[in-house]
Each structure stands twice: as C-alpha cells, then as structure tokens.
C-alpha cells in the first residue's frame, strides 16, 4: 500500500494564479482531511470530508475549495492563489473504525 | 471541541524518561485524548490514545486523572530521535460524534540534547 500520497510535493504560484492539490489514498478510509501549517502555528484544518461526495469547513476553509468524487481522492482547489496561503499542505485519512489519522508527505506551496 | 494547553517547548537529555502534560479542563464525556508526533517536513504520525486511567504501547504511555482534566504523554528512554513536536488533541472522534475535524493546535516541541 502507498498510504496517503499528495501531488505535487512543491508548487510556486504567482499571485491570482488557481491550482489544485490531489490527495489520494489507498486504504479504503472514509474521512479524509486537509491542514495547512504554518511555522510556529501548528496544523490548521481547512476541510474535511467524512465520505464520497461530502464535504465540510474545517477551522481555515476561507479562500479553498474541496471536492471528493471518489472516496479515495480529495482534492484542495485554489481559485486566486494569494501570498498568505504560502504554506505546507497536509492530507491525511482514517477509517471510520479509528481514532488514527495517516498522513500524506505534504505539498510546500510559495505564492509570490 | 476541548482546548487543549501545551508547553511550548521543552528540553531533555537521552536517556531520560520525558513527560509532557496537556491540560483539557472542559473535556466532554465523550471525548478521546490522542497524541501525535511531528518531525521537521514529515506529517504527523499517530502515537497513542486513551479514554481513562492508562495506556501503554511499544512507543509510550499515556496516563490520564480520574478527573481527566489533564493528560500526560510519557517517552520512556528518549533518543535524540525524539526531537519532535508532539500535539495533544481531544475530541469525540466516534462516527457522528461531532469532531470529525480535530484541531491540532500548536504542540510542544521536544528537543533532546546528548
């Protein structure tokens, strides 16, 4: 098993600029969550999905959208990229049975 | 969702045995406490968890009050490898239960010195 894999690793936006983070997971896991963290901030949730084709706001959720089609990708879209969403992104899952989350590599995204 | 208080850092040398507590005074009935460990560009990684009185795995042990207004994470043994920064989170994580989301806050980071 792969685990929680993110794509791309790095990514460098100019301001205004869209992208979207891709989380996947092979494990079969219903929730599915994703956090930025920011130095000396901790991890701060920005959405979570908690089955195929749900969605919710997490803590952070201004300024990111969400969608989960399928169960094992959840994907961050990124409409107008702007300089304060510089920040490592963390996906994670877990399955409905336990408390652990697992989570993905993260994606180190710079907007200039 | 419970606040949870940390210390903000904390130092110790290999070999010893390191506690950190987290203080979670409005803790629900219904909540779990779990710990998580973070080294520098990795995601955090489950540690443990526990409801009541104590819990032991091959990485640490967690003890908790009967009043379970507190809760201390214990690292046997420590390595320099234990450098981490460690989260205390709490939260009814039982399906349905209200905190699908749990807030990781900003964790104590441990540093290990030789």
């Given at each position: 098993n792969?685990g929680v894999?993110?794509?791309p690793?790095f990514?460098?936006?100019?301001?205004?600029?869209s992208?979207t983070l891709?989380?996947?997971?092979?494990?079969n896991h219903?929730y599915?969550?994703?956090?930025?963290?920011?130095?000396?901030m901790g991890?701060r949730?920005?959405h979570y999905s908690?089955?195929e084709?749900?969605?919710a706001k997490?803590?952070?959720?201004?300024?990111?959208?969400v969608?989960?089609?399928k169960?094992?990708?959840?994907?961050?879209?990124l409409?107008s990229?702007?300089?304060?969403?510089t920040s490592?992104?963390?996906?994670?899952?877990?399955?409905l049975?336990s408390?652990e989350?697992?989570?993905?590599p993260?994606t180190?995204?710079?907007?200039t | 969702?419970?606040?949870?208080t940390?210390?903000i850092?904390m130092?110790?040398?290999?070999g010893q045995?390191?506690n950190i507590?987290?203080?979670h005074n409005n803790?629900?009935?219904?909540?779990y406490?779990?710990?998580?460990?973070q080294?520098p560009?990795?995601?955090?990684r489950?540690?443990?968890?526990?409801?009541?009185?104590?819990?032991?795995n091959e990485?640490?042990?967690?003890?908790?009050p009967a009043d379970?207004?507190?809760?201390?994470l214990?690292?046997?043994?420590?390595?320099?490898?234990d450098t981490a920064?460690?989260y205390?989170?709490?939260?009814?994580?039982r399906?349905?239960?209200?905190?699908?989301g749990?807030?990781f806050?900003?964790?104590?980071?441990?540093i290990?010195q030789p």
């Open positions: 792969a894999t993110q794509t690793k990514r460098v936006l100019k301001t205004g600029q992208m891709l989380c996947a997971q092979d494990m219903e599915m969550y994703w956090y930025r963290q920011d130095p000396g991890l949730l920005i908690v089955g084709g749900t969605t997490g803590e952070v959720p201004d300024g990111y959208n969608s989960r089609l169960k094992q990708n959840f994907l961050l879209g409409e990229a702007a300089p304060s969403q490592v992104y963390f996906c994670a899952s877990r399955p049975s408390y989350q697992y989570f993905g993260g180190r995204l710079t907007v | 969702l419970a606040k949870t940390q210390p850092s130092d110790s040398y290999e045995e390191v507590t987290c203080s803790i629900a009935t219904n909540d406490i779990t710990w998580y460990q080294f560009s990795q995601g955090p489950f540690i443990i968890q526990g409801y009541k009185t104590k819990v032991t990485v640490a042990s967690l003890f908790i379970r207004k507190s809760s201390t214990s690292l046997p043994r420590v390595s320099l490898s920064v460690y205390c989170l709490v939260g009814d994580i399906p349905g239960g209200g905190a699908d749990l807030t806050g900003k964790g104590t980071h441990l290990i």
